[in-house]
């Protein structure tokens, strides 16, 4: 599951939007938001079967863990993937021909792998080495590819066709690796694993589907992913 920051921050600014009453609904969202979404139609579907997915399902799952681990738990197991992260960031700086970025993350995840027990401790942040998240759908933008048409995939939610490339390169890549790839008396372990990452992503995240009523919320979303993933390839 893939709950990106751009969620979060569509949470935030829906909320703010929510706490001013207007004098008049209005009939049509007051500022242009317009996106390229040829599949709108398949896309709203999607997004209404993630929100019941994410309510009857995802989240009574979410709390069941936030209810079953202490605080600090959860941090570390939030900080455990975190660092496994770095590996991803170091290989699309290098991609990118960014060596600033590719060191940053090495570095990360040298001190906290070490010092910090496996990553369960942020140590590198403390010294002022700050995480700069990076994945294959950025690198492919920097050098020039264009996002594609917007697409929300079932249970991941909004992507467009570039980052859904990038996902799936991504994904492949660390599943070759520890803890995807643990062989324990010949079962796979990954299953538990990707289970136990994607409901910490979710523990993380604010966001609630219809969490404001407004009746333009997949356009928000849409705009705000579009142009967080903007932000990230130029940044």
Known sequence: MRFPATT????????????????????????????????????????R?????DRYIFLPVVR????LLPDPVERRVSSFFSNLGEIRNAANGLLQARPEVASRA??????NSTVG???????????????????????????GVSNGPYIVLPILGPSNLRDTTGTVVDRGVMTQLPPWDIV???VYVNPAVYGL???DER????????GTGSPFEYEYVRYLYTKKREFDVKR
Not at 49 to 53: E, G
Not at 119 to 140: I, K, P, S, Y
Not at 203 to 210: A, I, S, W
């Open 64 to 67: 069941g863990y936030e209810w």
């Open 197 to 199: 990452e994607a409901v």
């Open 8 to 47: 979060a921050l569509a949470a935030l600014t829906l909320s703010a939007c929510a706490g001013t009453a207007p004098l008049e609904a209005p009939s049509a969202p007051v500022y242009p938001i317009a996106v390229y979404d040829p599949f709108e139609p398949v896309n709203r579907s999607i997004y």
């Open 49 to 53: 079967f993630n929100a019941s997915f």
């Open 203 to 210: 523990h993380l995240n604010p966001f609630r589907y219809y």
């Open 184 to 186: 324990i008396d010949e």
């Open 106 to 111: 090495t570095i990360r995840f040298a001190v």
């Open 117 to 143: 027990l496996l990553g369960l401790f942020d140590v590198a942040g403390a010294m002022g080495v700050e995480q700069q998240r990076e994945d294959f759908g950025q690198t492919l933008g920097r050098w």
